[in-house]
Nanobody
Framework: VQLVESGGGLVQPGGSLRLSCAAS????????MRWLRQAVGKERELVAV???????LYADSVNGRFIISRDNVKNTVYLQMNSLKSEDSGVYYC???????WGQGTQVTVSS
């Protein structure tokens, strides 16, 4: 099983990025899929979850700015991040809930 995140990078405040989490050996449609992030010196925190029936939950800090979605044909989960702030910086991880599988993370840096 592999979860491979991509799409991170350096972006200015107010900008956008779209993260992807491509899965192999695991069907993203069979799991609640999560995005979490970890900033330097801080604990990993939940950013967004999409359930198997497409219910979505967001952290208060990103609600209204981030959108989680899933493409079952491509077996990929996405995180569209808009109106980015410096406090959104960190390593973003993809996880299939209750599977024990994690991606390696992708770095997001929001800075002018």
């Amino acid at each position: 099983v592999q979860l491979v995140e991509s799409g991170g990078g350096l972006v200015q405040p107010g900008g956008s990025l779209r993260l992807s989490c491509a899965a192999s050996g695991l069907s993203v449609s069979s799991y609640a899929m999560r995005w979490l992030r970890q900033a330097v010196g801080k604990e990993r925190e939940l950013v967004a979850v999409i359930s198997t029936v497409d219910s979505k939950l967001y952290a208060d800090s990103v609600n209204g700015r981030f959108i989680i979605s899933r493409d079952n044909v491509k077996n990929t989960v996405y995180l569209q991040m808009n109106s980015l702030k410096s406090e959104d910086s960190g390593v973003y991880y993809c996880n299939a809930l209750m599977s024990g599988y994690w991606g390696q993370g992708t770095q997001v840096t929001v800075s002018s």
